[in-house]
């Protein structure tokens, strides 16, 4: 089975080659959340939005086939917080448009089940780190949140349909700089991909959905640390390159280092260094309200749920409204955005992507959720010397650490 039927691949090729319909959105379908991220802050910025029916959801399904849109991501919050979210996949999926879904472990084998009968095999979920108590520390000093997500992810694994598809979304801070190489090395060994985000800041008087504040600077790099950083993209490209399952092109990841290093942009200047917003991606809020991105609300209120959004967009109104914000924007890392203008903008990244998901695709491997410790155990032995709590480890470790 592929991982996106013909007709998935023919839209995604038209709007790719002509730029005029979606290949992705992002759908906020909540914004409530067990956890409370150092590095997020949509619980705080999408908390009035009420969030939409199923049926209205249904409606918006229609009006997003109907304008081409190929890829759906549903994530939160916690998507997972929605008792009805496999209604809300069988809503897409049943007209044709590819669905991912995104957790923080949160997903329960029951409603992971539902889903995947409804039609989804994609889904992302957060991890940081290998080490438990720094990833619950990121999670905002939650217990075992760690472990849940590991717990998660062997279901996952387990329940899959042979051309599923899983990613760590791996967000780098410097807290965790250095872990992101063991969450690849990791992810490689049971089937799985890695995408990396830098993390966003923003201060109290211009807050945006998905910028953290850090009053504590314990999210930004100083400037210090920037060389260091450079390092650490360099290798992150050289273990792709070796193999291994990152996502991220090289022309993201140079940006990543200048979004850091508060240098200008460059995956943005093969388009007037503008985002391709709306033509290309798009977020919708809880409340069904088309966003320019996840920052970004548009004057306007364009319900995409409304019997007249396909009109909308086709005549351009929307198109408009959202230029006055990317025309001033300074630009993001937001991961999937710019990741979709390079492969649409830049062959080589093009190439990568066919490759990652037609030629080379990681197959998810089958394990229980102490294997998968015990491999979380091993990397990070073998890189750091530093070891889990025994009960984790596998046996010819524990003679090593004692």
Not at 207 to 228: H, I, L, N, S, W
Not at 229 to 246: D, F, P, Q, Y
């Amino acid at each position: 089975m592929d991982y996106f039927s013909l007709d998935q691949k023919i839209a995604l090729a038209r709007s790719l080659v002509t730029k005029t319909s979606p290949a992705y959105v992002q759908f906020y379908i909540t914004a409530r959340c067990n956890l409370a991220c150092e590095q997020c802050n949509i619980i705080y910025a999408d908390a009035n939005a009420q969030e939409m029916t199923i049926e209205q959801i249904r409606r918006m399904a229609d009006n997003l086939a109907a304008i081409g849109v190929c890829v759906i991501l549903l994530i939160g919050g916690e998507p997972f917080v929605r008792k009805d979210l496999p209604e809300i996949v069988k809503a897409f999926t049943e007209r044709g448009i590819h669905v991912r879904m995104q957790t923080n472990g949160l997903a329960t084998r029951k409603a992971l089940e539902e889903c995947v009968r409804n039609g989804a095999h994609d889904i992302s979920i957060s991890l940081d780190s290998l080490r438990p108590e720094l990833q619950d520390t990121i999670n905002g000093g939650f217990s075992k949140s760690w472990e849940r997500a590991i717990a998660s992810v062997s279901v996952i694994n387990e329940i899959f349909p042979e051309n599923g598809t899983a990613f760590f979304n791996n967000v780098l801070m410097p807290r965790n700089l250095h872990d992101i190489q063991d969450v690849i090395r990791f992810a490689t060994a049971i089937g799985w991909g890695v995408s990396v985000v830098p993390v966003h800041v923003s201060t109290a008087d211009k807050p945006r959905g998905f910028q953290t504040f850090d009053d504590e600077a314990v999210v930004t790099f100083p400037k210090e640390r920037y060389a260091e950083v450079k390092k650490a993209t360099e290798h992150l490209k050289s273990l792709r390159r070796s193999g291994l399952n990152l996502y991220d092109s090289d022309e993201y990841l140079d940006d990543v280092y200048r979004f850091v290093a508060k240098e200008p942009l460059q995956w943005r200047r093969r388009n007037g260094n503008v985002c391709d917003s709306p033509n290309l991606y798009f977020a919708i809020a809880p409340n069904g309200n088309l966003k320019v991105c996840c920052d970004f609300e548009t004057s306007g209120r364009y319900s995409v749920y409304d019997p007249e959004f396909p009109d909308w967009y086709r005549d351009g109104r929307i198109h408009e409204d959202a230029y006055s914000y990317t025309r001033s924007c300074s630009g993001c890392m937001y991961g999937s955005y710019p990741e979709i203008t390079i492969s649409a903008r830049y062959i080589k990244a093009m190439i990568e992507r066919f490759h990652y998901f037609n030629v080379r695709p990681p197959v998810l491997k089958k394990l229980s959720a102490q294997e998968l410790r015990e491999t979380a155990a091993q990397i990070l032995w073998e890189r750091t010397g530093e070891h889990l709590d025994p009960a984790v480890l596998p046996e010819k470790l524990v003679r090593r650490a004692s």
